[in-house]
């Protein structure tokens, strides 16, 4: 039987399969919040039924008050990521061109990155109140190192003999930084995105439970005090919907920006046709 | 003054502590469109050589001129093609080849016109708007010799450019690189004796390291040659001179 035959012949069972699959899990979840609390297993007063939370969202949701805690909370994440990557990638691309930056920069970046960005809270409000600046200073903390040490050691493995090639095709050293060096790390640069918004949110959220009177964070802080354990799932369900929304969109835009790779994905060594997508 | 010359060019690397001679009072004399073959034991500094010319590494001492002029630094007078074709993989076959325009600051139009025409001349229209993962390793090493060439470069260097495609396709590039390089100037690098003496003008035999000029041989006829006895013979004749150097220096023990 030739190969072309047999893969049309499981293609069709194949995707079926890998779409059902992708939910399955999550489907076992939801019945299991929903059955639990209404069979008496669980107290419904800490965990209340999934139909129940999701009817407390829609409820706040049409409030207005439940876009308007989001918007805070993302405006955060949005301008303390920026802040910390604007700034955290030309460093770390600096960096890993110049050996003696990296050294010079090496112990201080040890010591400062494995601080917890909650470690950085009760600084934070020492020096900044309450309010959008201690969130937004957490935030750029702990998304800075590390962006920093992603793109640090990102650059350190461009293709060299790339650069040459640019070189010797007339091009300055600055220009082989723009035109090489950069599109190299065009892939790395958003998977640290990934990361970063992601740690982002945690940050967020972190901060707002302490030191701010508005967002996601402040939301479910404010819930657990009055006991409305609706609300706190609410919260938690918007974070997850939001992580999930954003990554999806980076996932888009790799695949976009990066149609050059020829990744190990693309050679299927790995996944038998059966678990392509 | 010759069109590329070095005088008196050694390159001496320190890796802790100790002293590595690549190459020692090397001289060279290269015409203008001359097509010179530098053959050479590996480690012999063949490949120091061309970069210095490149200018991606300087002379310890002694000088390159081209044209009269030191060179310094690098540039796309200078241009190289590697072992490996070096494409940028985020730019289709057409940016590539439009790369070094593009630096030099011709209008898009241009660029693309003569990026076009550059690939047509090594038979690849077809292949333009493929990026590198797409093509095959010969196509690639086309590439980026059209990529070279659309920049009509005063020198063009190439460091065992086929080195790693096979047998059959190399006899093959062997003849495209001769025919899209007539007029040109032209150092190349090579380990392989029978493309030594099929592809070069001149052929230039380096010595084991320190690497200096050991034996000079200007070819009759028309390259790219066809392999007569005559040439086998001469392939010999060199294989045998190049295992009795490689013996001297592996004889002679060498004081660092």
Redesign the interface.
Known sequence: MSLERTAAASRRPARFTFRWRRWVLLLALATVWEAAPRLGLLDPLLLPPLTRVLARGWELLAGGRLLGDLAASAWRVLAGFAAAALLAIPLGIALGLYPALEQLSASLVSLLRPLSPPAWIPLAILWFGIGDAPALFIIFVGTFFSLLVGTLSATKAVDAQLVKAALTLGASRWQAVQRVVLPSLVPDLLTQTRIGLGLAWMCVIAAEMVAVRRGIGFMMIEARNLFRTEDVLVGMVTIGLVGLAMDGFLVRLEGRLCRWRAGLRASRLYAPEELQA | MSFLSLVDVSKRYRTNGSELVALEGLNLAVEESEFVVLLGPSGCGKSTLLQIV???EQVSSGQVTLRGRPVTG???E???I?Q?A?L????TALENVA??LR??GHPKGERLRLARASLARMGLDAASAL????LSGGMQQRV?LA??LV?DPAVL?MDEPLASVDALLRSRLQREIRASCRGKTVLFVTHSIREALVLADRLVILSARPGRVRHELRLGGEAPRSLSSSLIALEEQIERELLEDAAETTMAPQSV
């Not at chain 2, 940028?88 to 730019?91: E, G, N, V």
């Not at chain 2, 990026?131 to 797409?134: F, G, L, T, V």
């Open positions: 490149a200018g991606l690098w540039g796309s200078r241009t190289c590697f490996r070096h940028f993989p985020w730019l790369f070094g630096l030099t990026y590198p993962h797409e980026a990529r070279a920049l260097l």
